[in-house]
Nanobody, 124 residues
Framework: QVQLVESGGGLVQAGASLRLSCAAS????????MGWFRQAPGKERDFVAG????????YYADSVKGRFTISRDNAKATTYLQMNKLRPEDTAVYYC?????????????????WGQGTQVTVSS
């Protein structure tokens, strides 16, 4: 069992930066690939970024590539999403998720555990 708790969301102006954190519990958390997803009102939950269990390989949605960076610190069992140059269209609830494989997926249903989400609002 893995429990995930996100933090770091908030209200910012366009162009600002935020860093989201996802703290995982459980001794085996470091064996899971991690992903960040986001969901805007009335829309589906979309893939944002993913990272392998080792932290070596990362993957991004085209809409955030070059602006967002996913990373993890397995010693702290924490995954991060550094978000720079935020845009109003980045406004959503952001969720972290753990997948019981070493490689992340871009498909939400392939993840085993989810956090409760953290709101990110970007004003223009």
């Amino acid at each position: 069992q893995v429990q995930l708790v996100e933090s770091g969301g908030g209200l910012v102006q366009a162009g600002a930066s935020l860093r989201l954190s996802c703290a995982a519990s459980g001794r085996t958390a470091r064996n899971y690939a991690m992903g960040w997803f986001r969901q805007a009102p009335g829309k589906e939950r979309d893939f944002v970024a993913g990272i392998t269990s080792s932290g070596v390989d990362t993957y991004y949605a085209d809409s955030v590539k070059g602006r967002f960076t996913i990373s993890r610190d397995n010693a702290k069992a924490t995954t991060y999403l550094q978000m720079n140059k935020l845009r109003p269209e980045d406004t959503a609830v952001y969720y972290c998720a753990a997948r019981a494989l070493h490689i992340p997926s871009r498909t939400a249903k392939e993840y085993n555990y989810w956090g409760q989400g953290t709101q990110v609002t970007v004003s223009s």
